[in-house]
């Protein structure tokens, strides 16, 4: 709600930076019902989305397209999540096997919610009780990070035991063991 007690409206879709036709939402130029944003920096449109590496629109792809193709992620169950501290939660998923293993790809999110930056160690609990038995951070590979983390790169691989994942303010990582 507003602070005069009505309910917010979300924007239209805004397709292109700018325009008179409400950023290509319409090609008439006359007033529309819904609000238009007023990010002066125009960020928050689909062609600037589309063409920025780590944007939002790029990010819901690629998780989209990992969810089609990894059996974890289909099938797969959310094992646990771990509240690390007040800023961090971890959870895991995997096809769980017997003995506390997993059959095929695990996958471990990592989200900051913080104001400052934290680092994740791995080698100790709560952190520890997300990975299977059979899985181990030695070759962890980056699958997704959002826009603001600057340190990992998508399909690089790291070494998560010798050294903790280290999470900007605000920003997630998804590793796949």
Same mark, same amino acid.
């Given at each position: ?15 292109y ?40 629109l790029k %990010?819901? #792809?690629? /998780?989209?397209? /990992? ?5 974890? *992620? %289909?099938?797969?169950? =959310?094992?646990?999540?771990? /509240? ?5 939660? *971890?959870?895991?998923r995997?096809?769980?096997? !017997?003995?506390?293993?997993? =059959?095929? +790809? ?13 680092? %994740? ?10 990975? $299977? +038995? ?10 997704? !990070? =959002?826009?603001n983390? =600057?340190?990992? #790169?998508? #399909?690089?691989?790291?070494?998560? !035991?010798?050294? $903790? ?8 990582? *998804?590793?796949?063991?």
């Amino acid at each position: 709600m507003s602070k005069n007690g009505e309910f917010k409206q979300m924007g239209v879709m805004q397709w292109y930076p700018a325009g008179k036709d409400h950023h290509g939402f319409s090609g008439n130029d006359a007033p529309i019902f819904f609000p238009e944003s007023d990010d002066k920096l125009e960020l928050d449109n689909y062609n600037t989305q589309f063409e920025t590496e780590n944007s939002a629109l790029k %990010i819901y #792809r690629k /998780l989209a397209k /990992l969810r089609q193709r990894d059996e974890a *992620l %289909i099938v797969g169950e =959310t094992v646990r999540d771990e /509240l690390i501290n007040e800023d961090v939660i *971890l959870f895991s998923r995997y096809v769980q096997a !017997v003995n506390n293993t997993a =059959t095929g +790809s695990t996958f471990i999110v990592a989200l900051n919610f913080g104001d400052k930056e934290q680092k %994740i160690d791995f080698s100790i609990e709560p952190a520890s009780k997300l990975i $299977p +038995s059979n899985k181990d951070l030695l070759n962890a590979e980056i699958s997704v !990070v =959002t826009a603001n983390v =600057t340190d990992y #790169r998508v #399909r690089d691989h790291h070494n998560f !035991v010798e050294s $903790p994942l280290v999470l900007p303010p605000k920003q997630a990582v *998804l590793l796949k063991l």
